[in-house]
């Protein structure tokens, strides 16, 4: 949430190289994780 309301609304005070960073390489991490929590819950 904290990182939707920076860019939302402080949008002057980002460093593109870190919101970069953080779609190329944690955000894929993110969503194996959920993907993985997901399939276990189905089981």
């Known amino acids: 949430m904290k990182l939707r309301d920076l ?3 402080h949008y002057d005070q980002i460093d593109n190289a ?16 959920i993907q993985s929590m997901l399939r276990i819950d189905k089981t």
């Open 18 to 33: 870190i919101v970069y960073d953080i779609c190329k390489n944690h955000l894929p991490k993110l969503k194996r994780a």
């Open 7 to 9: 860019i939302s609304h």
